[in-house]
């Protein structure tokens, strides 16, 4: 049964089962009716103790937060690291390495109880080790960006109205009895129940499925719910009665599970994954067959269960070492390191795919205001009723006739959405008051607060809720608007907008003592004039003006959807104002494009002013040229593919029009069939698709991809209103702003640029080109490795060796190769040298051929070492070869053997028993049984001979009770520090010959490096059987280190081969430019008459 609300209650005495009632799922009507058994929100509000025009006091928002807590919403689950490990020993591989691990230890126990057991426990802890550190890796990845998105999260505003001022709060800080303000693009923080008279669209996709805007008022559906977007409004207050585990939001986050989606740089390795693992299973076969055969061809067919099952072992061991599924774990670890030090760089990460995507964008169309500027604007001069006033003779409007001041102060304190607060989140005074929404409307209210008038205080007096409205900017119109319902029954229509969009409308302008005059020709060109003069001094102009009818009935009866705004407007003046640019941005810009980026401005401003600024920034060169939108827009797309590659700078553009020149760049949403392009332009009158698909923007498929044979531009798009959303989802990359973003803005965007800087997005791009750039140096080495390893190991199993590596060393190689590479190669930070370069192309190689170089040059000296040390290392080290016996103990026998025929003999003519071996080998092994010495005879004949050459005196009398490893530790060890050193030479992709530069800044990468090498020498020095590893003397350490360094004199000499990038491989402007015009002219003539066309400023 549901609980119902009793009138007259405190928010000490209000329940959660009471709001509840209020706020149920799928309920609308009758939360509805429960709310109006109440007597609506106003008497809720009462009930409840609220003041509507004042909100909470402190006392209530401490007792409400203690009685319903906060706004804090739930994490959605993560997977356990037990269950991340499960998913590990579920590989396929390690499932096969398990099973075969098992077999070796039931097999070895059966034939050695005492030692046979140790490699199949061996490598169960190997196995352990791998899928372990796997299981962390993907957990850590999941406390990542949770932590990032915890950091996102700090750095969210709501805003409130409590002790009669607006605040700006941190979402979480909302409480039960907040009155939220809502502005559209905002997102809504808690359920509420709308109390003012306004009326809203939202968006409830993300919370119910429905994907259109719904209608929203007092009178009608006035529950907001939480996590949904405002996508139309002036200004919204709400009454708030869910928040957090009680929201609609909450209810439901903590069943949510997000899908990890690869990157198109990960589905790019894992496909190069497979091939490579193909490759090994190929190399494991043949290493499985060569030592099968060894079993007899070496072995003389002893112990072939055993034989079999570690040769088994070494194939699937080989197998697991030559699937390189480090790639995929660089590309986590690097996308991870890199996001969380974008983060720092005022980068916010939305979709990792955009992180690696940056990196090789080719064109950026920015906006201008906030982006470019720093979007503290400031009104500095002006024409008002028909006078032209410096900044110093208006600032404090002494000059200015009072009635005009007073109208003008009116439209300035009505028509807007902006709104000033004073305080802090923790409520201490703000140096001076901070702007929240639009600070075009800022900047207008500061210039009447400076003639003395109070916009609130002006706006309460002449405004009234019920009767009048304001409409927030409509980019259609080019304008924003309210609509005043005066005390004597007449009606003011005030506008404010781009200044030849309402000049144009204007037939009268206010004189200088506020009385309306006819505007005549002379009178619009001095304006004018006086517009391109601000203009070309790089202001940002704009007109206000209004309009009156005598009674409201004369208003037309759509008024209230649609205000006359556009026809017989009385001028009243224009202001110009200053934004300036932000101090990097003309080097930000320099250096995009050195780094072959095209920089293309894409604003509202008028093209003198957008040309002036664009000039500023080093945006409009002497080759570019600028367009407005209403010409683009117009343009059919040959037209227009041959001054796109010029087209620097667009003015007077709506978001259609961004959405249009994106989609051209890159060609997403470019229809594809004959039913997309009839879907697409549906609601165009008298338009086919036979006669004009090719003469519509953005064009039509076939036609687009012939004019770009090597596919389209990587566009990264910048946006901070909800028009913007179609655009920033069309763009490769959507770059919303975190200041001034509308959160429709930021929910279409990829990267959210924290600061609004512009200097930001070039940071964002320099850290794709070092997640691109590490990803590759990890190949590169990984590569080297698994082709080492692989092709060691099959030598030698076919020449008859032991394997070199066994299957122990080879997942220890794994180890350092996948994790420990791709923790080291992963996290180089970016170099100034990255912005040096082109953008690589879409369908440019992983793999580039200074890389081939140096993958060819290593792998080549290393195996070329490693096979001397194989065939002949035991010669040069003084040693034995492969694996012997350090330490005999002699087995209880009376046997004797007659050391002049060498065979088994009696008690009278044997004088070499098994104890004999004491006599002359005590504590040693193989290299003394094999020793030549002067053996007893009976006859006392002189015999020199060794014991091993007794008939199986070996199997007989002794038993091994101390392996000798050391050639095969030798080689393993030289192996390892090859790849130490390799990954110092892995660092640097190109010709640079210093391996080591910036090295003391990559801590990581110093970890590892010195975690490897202890970690060697602990495996080496107590590795034992297990590992198959002797302890080497100091001179085998120093030689086997000195030996992998050589990789580092082969890493500069092979960067002397003249070797360089394919150019082929790099996105190229001026030849992709020839492309796009040649298809769009057939003749320099058409090319030349196309460039000087009047639709071109």
């Known amino acids: 049964m549901r609980t119902t609300l009793s009138p007259m209650q405190t928010i000490e005495e209000l329940t959660q089962a009471t709001l509840d009632s209020l706020n149920v799922d799928q309920a609308k009507d009758e939360n509805k009716s429960n709310l109006d058994r109440l007597g609506g929100v106003e008497n809720l509000a009462i009930s409840m103790g609220i003041d509507l025009r004042s909100g909470l006091t402190d006392n209530q928002v401490t007792t409400a937060r203690e009685k319903f807590g906060t706004n804090q919403f739930p994490d959605s689950p993560m997977d356990s690291f037990f269950t991340l490990l499960f998913n590990a020993l579920s590989d396929t591989t390690l499932l096969i390495l398990i099973a075969a691990a098992t077999v070796s230890l039931i097999i070895g126990i059966i034939q050695e109880p005492t030692e046979g057991w140790i490699e199949g426990v061996a490598i169960f802890i190997a196995v352990f080790l791998v899928s372990n550190i796997s299981a962390f890796n993907d957990y850590s990845k999941q406390l990542q960006f949770r932590a990032l998105e915890a950091s996102s999260q700090k750095d969210e505003r709501a805003s409130v109205l409590r002790n009669h001022e607006i ?135 002893k112990d072939v269960a055993q034989g079999i099952v570690n040769a088994f072992i070494v194939a699937v061991t080989i197998v697991v070492v030559a699937i390189p599924e480090g790639l995929p774990l660089a590309v986590v670890i690097s996308l991870a390191y890199s996001t969380k030090k974008m983060y720092q760089d005022q980068c916010f990460i939305r979709v990792l795919a955009a992180c690696e995507t940056m990196g090789n964008a080719t064109n950026i169309c920015s906006d201008k205001t906030g982006t470019l500027t720093e979007n503290k604007m400031t009104v500095v001069e002006g024409l008002f009723a028909d006078t032209v006033y410096t900044q110093e003779e208006f600032e404090d409007g002494s000059a200015m006739a009072r009635e005009v001041k007073v109208l003008i102060a009116e439209q300035v304190a009505v028509n807007r959405t902006a709104y000033f607060v004073h305080t802090d989140q923790d409520g201490k005074p703000l140096p001076k008051p901070q702007c929240i929404g639009n600070k075009t409307e800022g900047a207008l209210m500061t210039m009447i607060q400076q003639w003395g008038f109070n916009h609130d205080e002006v706006k309460n007096k002449v405004y009234d809720q019920k009767k009048d409205k304001v409409f927030a900017f409509n980019s259609g119109k080019k304008r924003s608007t309210a609509v005043l319902h005066n005390a004597n029954g007449s009606v003011r229509i005030y506008c404010k907008g781009a200044s030849e969009w309402v000049l144009k409308d204007c037939t009268m302008m206010m004189d200088t003592k506020g009385n309306p005059a006819p505007l005549s020709d002379m009178k619009r060109n001095v304006i004018e004039k006086h517009i391109e003069a601000m203009a070309s001094r790089a202001l940002r102009t704009l007109v206000l003006a209004h309009k009156d009818y005598s009674k409201a009935s004369e208003l037309p009866a759509n008024w209230m959807e649609n205000p006359p705004d556009n026809t017989n407007l009385i001028f009243d003046c224009v202001v110009g104002i200053i934004d300036p640019l932000r101090s990097d941005v003309i080097d930000a810009v320099r250096t995009a494009q050195s780094a072959g980026v095209v920089v293309r401005m894409v604003t509202g401003d008028n093209i003198a002013t957008a040309s002036a600024i664009a000039r500023q920034c080093g945006i409009l ?344 490893y050391t050639h095969g530790t030798i080689i393993f060890n030289t192996f390892i520090f090859c790849q130490v050193f390799n990954e110092y030479t892995a660092r640097k992709l190109g010709d640079d010959m210093n391996m080591f530069s910036g090295i003391a800044g990559n801590y990581i990468f110093l970890f590892v490096s010195i975690f490897t090498v202890f970690s060697q020498v602990f495996l080496v020095e107590v590795g034992g059987d297990a590992l198959q590893t002797t302890p080497l003397t100091l001179i085998q350490w120093l030689i086997t280190i000195g030996l992998g360094a050589g990789g580092l004199i082969v890493g500069a000499l092979m960067r002397l081969i003249p070797i360089k990038d394919d150019p082929n491989s790099f996105f190229d402007h001026k030849q992709h430019s020839n492309y796009v015009v040649a298809g769009a002219a057939k003749s320099d003539d058409e090319v030349a008459a196309l460039l000087h066309n009047d639709k071109v400023v």
């Not at 808690?190 to 003012?196: E, K, S």
């Not at 912005?835 to 170089?853: C, D, E, H, T």
């Open 167 to 301: 605040q700006r709060i941190n979402p979480i800080d909302i409480v039960v009895g907040d009155i939220i303000i809502l502005q559209a693009g905002d997102m809504i923080p808690a359920d509420a129940i709308i109390c003012d008279d306004s009326t809203v669209l939202a968006n409830e996709s993300s919370l119910t499925g429905e994907p259109d805007d719904l209608k929203k008022s007092k009178d009608k559906d006035c529950f907001l719910l939480s996590s949904c977007l405002i996508t139309e409004a002036e200004e919204c207050r709400a009454l708030v009665i869910g928040i957090g585990t009680h929201s609609r939001w909450g209810k439901i986050k903590t069943s949510l599970v997000t899908e990890a989606v690869n990157t198109p740089l990960q589905d790019k390795l894992e496909d190069m994954t497979k091939t490579i693992g193909y490759i090994g299973m190929v190399a494991a076969f043949g290493t499985f067959a060569a030592l099968v055969i060894s079993i007899w061809a070496r072995h003389g067919g």
């Open 621 to 964: 060169t002497s080759n570019g040229t600028a367009i407005e939108g209403p010409n683009f827009r117009k343009m059919t797309p040959r037209e227009l593919d041959a001054i796109l590659p010029r087209i620097q700078v667009m003015a007077r553009s709506s978001p259609d029009d961004k959405y249009l020149l994106v989609t051209r760049l890159n060609g997403h949403g470019i229809p594809a069939t004959k039913e997309e392009w009839v879907e697409k332009f549906k609601d165009r009158e008298g338009v086919t698709f036979e006669n004009d698909r090719d003469k519509l923007l953005p064009g039509f498929r076939d036609e687009w991809e012939a004019s770009r044979p090597e596919g389209g531009d990587v566009v990264g798009v910048t946006g901070d209103g909800t028009n913007d959303a179609p655009a920033l989802k069309a763009a490769d990359v959507g770059l919303s702003m975190g200041i001034t973003g509308t959160k429709v803005a930021q929910g279409a965007s990829d990267i959210v640029i924290l600061d609004d800087k512009f200097s930001s997005i070039i940071r964002a791009i320099s850290w794709g080109r070092a997640v691109f750039d590490n990803i590759r140096k990890f190949l590169q080495f990984q590569l080297t490795v698994n082709l080492v390893a692989l092709l060691i190991v099959f030598i030698g199993s076919v020449a008859g060796f032991d394997p070199p590596l066994n299957s122990i060393q080879l997942l220890w190689v794994n180890l350092v190769m996948d994790t420990m590479g791709a923790l080291a190669l992963g996290t180089e930070a970016p170099t100034p040298e990255l912005l040096q370069r082109k953008p690589y192309k879409r369908q440019a190689s992983l793999i580039s051929r200074p890389m081939w170089r140096n993958i060819v040059c290593q792998s080549t000296f290393q195996l070329v070492l490693l096979l001397i040390l194989l065939f002949d290392g035991a010669n040069l080290f003084g040693i034995e070869e492969g694996i012997s016996c350090a330490k005999y103990s002699i087995k209880s026998s009376s046997l004797l053997w007659n050391p002049i025929t060498s065979a088994q003999a009696n008690s009278t003519y044997g004088t070499i028993s098994c104890k004999s071996f004491n006599t002359f080998c005590k504590d040693e092994g193989y290299s003394c049984l094999k020793a030549t010495r002067v053996l007893p005879t009976y006859n006392g004949v002189e015999v020199r001979k060794s014991l091993e050459d007794m008939t199986d005196y070996t199997e007989k009398c002794l038993t091994c009770s101390t392996k000798d």
